[in-house]
């Protein structure tokens, strides 16, 4: 398909993007994890319509957040806010354990059937990190928020690392700021600012 070719493309050229990420990305199938209206819009670098006021995300924005984690094959992963499915299933090409959590019914309900032949991968119903028991090696919050919760870093192990939108100014696409990354040093917790971004309160990166 010429369109999933040219799309594989931008990923790899994109700036900051792990070849690993990208690599995992041209892997999983995008076009599984759309509604079937919007499936020849599948690998198009923009996102798309999932239900639920959400959607799947800008591809090539999902490979620099997914970059940003730096994640690798010994990893327990959690990701809150499971959308469509999409970002799990590219995380468990690269990492040993993914749990995935939404608190909307419909999207797990979908997500399910999509995830289930993936066996590294737990997806749970729930609020957050509430939802799920233990600590982790990387955290993904994929809704944006005005701040990183305490509650969230809380649950990294020693030299994990949490990637999250943070930021309140409003843009035509819904909220625009900093996509952060904290880590976990001891009691120490280190945040930086990677790069700007645009995401819809409603979900964030793979649930916008």
């Known amino acids: ?21 990208a690599d995992a990305m041209i892997a999983t199938p995008r076009h599984r994890f759309v509604r079937w209206r919007y499936r020849l819009r599948a690998y198009r670098d923009f996102s798309l ?8 995300s800008q591809p090539t924005y999902v490979a620099r957040v997914l970059s940003a984690a730096r994640v690798t094959r010994g ?13 799990a299933a590219i995380l468990a090409r690269v990492a040993r354990s993914v749990v995935t959590v939404d ?12 995830l289930a032949h993936l066996r590294n991968v737990r997806v749970v119903e729930g609020d957050g990190v509430h939802a799920v028991d233990g600590t982790f090696d990387v955290i993904f919050v994929m809704c944006g928020g005005p701040r990183v919760p305490p509650s969230f870093t809380e649950r990294l192990r020693d030299g994990g690392r949490l990637v999250m939108p943070v930021g309140r100014r409003r843009s035509a696409r819904g909220m625009h700021g900093n996509v952060v990354r904290v880590t976990r040093h001891g009691d120490t917790f280190i945040e930086v600012p990677l790069f700007e971004g645009d995401w819809n309160t409603l979900g964030g990166v793979d649930g916008y």
């Open 49 to 56: 319509p999932t239900g639920d006021g959400t959607t799947i």
């Open 75 to 87: 990893d327990n992963v959690l990701e809150i806010g499971c959308g469509s499915g999409w970002t």
């Open 1 to 21: 398909m010429l369109a999933r070719h040219r799309l594989a493309r931008r990923i790899r050229r994109t700036p900051d993007v792990d070849p690993a990420i």
């Open 103 to 114: 608190c909307v019914p419909d999207l797990i309900e979908r997500a399910r059937p999509r």
